[in-house]
T-cell receptor, first 115, second 113 residues
Framework: GAGVSQSPRYKVAKRGQDVALRCDPI?????LFWYQQALGQGPEFLTY????????KSGLPSDRFFAERPEGSVSTLKIQRTQQEDSAVYLC?????????????FGEGSRLTVL | AQSVTQLDSQVPVFEEAPVELRCNYS??????LFWYVQYPNQGLQLLLK??????LVESINGFEAEFNKSQTSFHLRKPSVHISDTAEYFC???????????FGKGTLLTVNP
């Protein structure tokens, strides 16, 4: 596609439910990132993939968070047993380079609300 | 580790007035610096970046930012704003690994007629 596509755009979950957020990066982009943006804050790094390899997952807040990119294109961010503090916008970004120079292309985000 | 401080959370200005959005960073390594913009109901877009070379960088829509190493700043300026510039602006830094961006909390620029 022309840009980074994320789905769903909005998700309401009851506390304790599992959720899965999908990201379709720009075709051919090697690098894929997930960021979490809480209300009133800037995006915070969660994890980084280069093709199918997850090279950095240091930003994942707990072991309830899991991300995968099995074929080096589409990625899924899964949150198990959601908690209220997980409420945020989850942003996916991609870039054409490997160790990039910061020119990331962002999707519109998936807004997760945990009740 | 890096950090970014955007000193103003909101900046209201009138159309055609000049504006400066302030950004200061800290890092123990050399950095790349960025400004991203988020228009209402849209995703983040790269506005401009400093990687190396000239410390003054410009965007296609009239914004400019100057990298000041001694003051660890990367302020964003525009001499005359338009209503269409209303958006949230995020300053970001990467260093060391070069792939992990650290963002500030953002500055909401509101341009009024």
């Amino acid at each position: 596609g022309a840009g980074v596509s994320q789905s769903p755009r909005y998700k309401v979950a009851k506390r304790g439910q599992d959720v899965a957020l999908r990201c379709d990066p720009i075709s051919g982009h090697v690098s894929l990132f997930w960021y979490q943006q809480a209300l009133g804050q800037g995006p915070e790094f969660l994890t980084y993939f280069q093709n199918e390899a997850q090279l950095d997952k240091s930003g994942l807040p707990s072991d309830r968070f899991f991300a995968e990119r099995p074929e080096g294109s589409v990625s899924t961010l899964k949150i198990q047993r959601t908690q209220q503090e997980d409420s945020a916008v989850y942003l996916c970004a991609s870039s054409s380079g490997g160790m990039g120079t910061g020119e990331l292309f962002f999707g519109e985000g998936s807004r997760l609300t945990v009740l | 580790a890096q950090s970014v401080t955007q000193l103003d959370s909101q900046v209201p200005v009138f159309e055609e007035a000049p504006v400066e959005l302030r950004c200061n960073y800290s890092s123990s390594v050399s950095v790349y610096l960025f400004w991203y913009v988020q228009y209402p109901n849209q995703g983040l877009q790269l506005l401009l970046k400093y990687l190396s070379g000239s410390t003054l960088v410009e965007s296609i829509n009239g914004f400019e930012a100057e990298f000041n190493k001694s003051q660890t700043s990367f302020h964003l300026r525009k001499p005359s704003v338009h209503i269409s510039d209303t958006a949230e602006y995020f300053c970001a830094v990467s260093g060391g690994s070069n792939y992990k961006l650290t963002f500030g909390k953002g500055t909401l620029l509101t341009v009024n007629p």
